[in-house]
């Protein structure tokens, strides 16, 4: 695609402007706002659940849409960008975000808030790319480096802060309160942008991927909307249901077609021919389950907190604060041993790390401690620090210059992509496990047996003790509070067996991660 060439030609016309640091700025703003509402949202979903009345599989939308629609927009921002202008584009990625977080605050119900966030992944999706190639043509390439780390700190910062962020908006306000925030920001940034940026538009006019984009655009939509409702409770016939079965058939055509035109078309919005090469495919396969494994189980995480064990918002935001710093820590480390010596390395050790907090994870119970809560949580900061950059250096290692910008373009898409995939369904694998362990539970409540007897007496004097109602009122509540517990305890043992999933897929990628090559001659380039 031209916005590799785009980023070649551009630099010369902004260096030494004074205002490029200006510009860094007004990137990094857009970049943290994108960012940050893939990860404030998580802390909020208990409320989004209590509010609406819905469940895990229902809200998992809301994380799930926005993902799937910075997934479909992320690879055709090069040539939206190439052909009405970098700075138009960027202004129109804010522009989309702002009305979405408008638009998200004002939902009444679920579906209204899942749409909404479609609208504010799109323009998520403008950001991220765009911003990225707008450093890279404003700086010189002596200055790059320098500035393409600064936006990386926004990008991480963003990680880290938003459930906090979150967390401290839903507990002193209301869960509409993580989406106003982005307007005067959103509004401040686009001002700050139409006044501080410089236009630019290339030479190059290639034709749009229409067919590409719209065959992509329905397969994954299908493919998802199949997966998160093989289980809800309106589908009754569950995963032979005739919706079901038409998402598949639809999502297989699609997908297909997609495949066959990105092959043969000679702009593609997606250049499939890049997977040809071995360490480009096989990075990109380890990512894909990556994504599965990690971002399917991180919304889990706050609903945990809430739900279970009666953590605040706030609370349940600061949890993971530290794990982003430890991240943004360990990551130049990771980058200097990448450069130094074998890449599979800290990869594969930072693939064992992971693996490790998966497991540590599928051990949860209504009575954690925060400290057993806290271990797996720096562990997982730890390897996600080892594995980002020598992984995506091993995946660029063949790629030739020209096709760098699609290659990264394919590679985060497909990360992204995973992402959706994981969430949608390791959420159905949670609610079908949860139903599981409601029954095996609830069948070993043998009324009238001694030990039964036994509980519901304690109970019962202990309701008598607590409210000071009568023998009935007290038997009653006694029977509550027994449901009550077994309803908890099905949900956690649910969760634990998604981390048991997360477990299997993560430590299953060391394999790949072994077949990379990363021989003499890769490491000399």
């Known amino acids: ?3 590799q060439q785009n980023l070649s030609l551009g630099w010369d016309q902004q260096e030494g402007s004074a205002n490029k640091w200006l510009v860094l700025v007004s990137v990094m703003v857009g970049t943290f706002m994108a960012v940050l509402d893939s990860t404030i949202v998580s802390v909020a979903f208990p409320k989004m659940m209590a509010v609406f009345g819905v469940s895990v599989d229902q809200i998992e939308w809301v994380m799930t849409a926005y993902m799937l629609a910075f997934a479909v927009v992320l690879p055709s921002s090069g040539w939206i960008a190439d052909r009405f202008g970098y700075k138009l584009t960027y202004i129109m990625g804010l522009g989309l975000f702002t009305i979405g977080s408008f638009a998200c605050s004002l939902s009444g119900n679920e579906n209204l808030l899942i749409a909404f966030r479609i609208l504010q992944g799109a323009g998520a999706g403008f950001l991220m790319p765009v911003g990225m190639a707008i450093v890279t043509r404003t700086f010189p390439p002596k200055q790059r480096g320098v500035a393409l780390g600064f936006w990386g700190i926004a990008a991480a910062a963003s990680v880290s802060l938003g459930p906090l962020f979150g967390g401290y908006l839903v507990d002193n306000y209301s869960w509409h309160a993580i989406f106003d925030i982005n307007i005067p920001v959103g509004i401040m940034a686009i001002i700050a942008v139409i006044i501080i940026q410089d236009e630019y538009k290339s030479h190059l006019k290639e034709k749009f991927d229409i067919g590409g984009f719209v065959t992509m ?3 994954l939509g299908a493919l998802l909307l199949a997966f998160s409702t093989g289980n809800s409770g309106w589908n009754t016939g569950g995963w032979t249901s005739n919706f079901i079965m038409a998402n598949f058939f639809i999502a297989a055509v699609s997908m297909v077609l997609f495949v066959i035109i990105e092959l043969r078309i ?5 250049n499939l021919r890049l997977l040809k090469n071995y360490n480009f495919g096989m990075s990109t396969l380890i990512m894909f389950i990556f994504g599965v494994a990690f971002f399917g189980n991180a919304f889990l995480l706050p609903i945990y907190l809430q739900n279970s064990l009666g953590y605040t918002a706030l609370q349940a935001g600061l949890v993971f604060f530290p794990v982003g710093v430890l991240q943004a820590i360990v990551a130049p480390i990771s980058g200097q041993l990448t450069d130094r010596f074998n890449p599979k390395l800290p ?4 693939g064992v790390i992971l693996g490790i907090s998966m497991y540590l994870f599928s051990f949860f119970s209504l009575q954690t401690t925060h400290a057993q809560i806290m271990l797996p949580l720096y562990l997982r900061g730890l390897g996600i620090g080892f594995v980002f950059t020598p992984i995506s250096t091993i995946a660029l290692y063949d790629i030739p210059r020209p096709q760098m910008a699609q290659a990264s373009g394919l590679f985060n898409t497909i990360r992204q992509v995973g992402g959706s995939f994981g969430i949608a369904a390791l959420g159905t694998a949670l609610t079908q496990r949860v139903k599981f362990h409601t029954q095996i539970y609830g069948e070993q409540l043998h009324q009238g047996s001694p030990l039964f007897d036994q509980v519901i007496s304690h109970l019962k004097t202990f309701a008598a003790h607590a409210i000071g109602s009568n023998n009935s009122e007290a038997m009653m509540h006694a029977k ?13 043992q649910g969760i634990n067996d998604d981390f048991l999933i997360g477990t299997v897929l993560t430590f299953s990628l060391l394999l790949p991660m072994l077949l990379l090559r990363t021989s003499k001659k890769h490491l000399n380039r």
């Open 266 to 270: 000679k702009h593609p919005i997606l």
């Open 480 to 492: 509550t509070m027994l449901l009550k517990n077994l309803t908890g305890q099905a949900f956690v």
């Open 347 to 350: 990869l594969l050790f930072g």
């Open 217 to 219: 655009t329905i397969g």
């Open 1 to 3: 695609m031209a916005q």
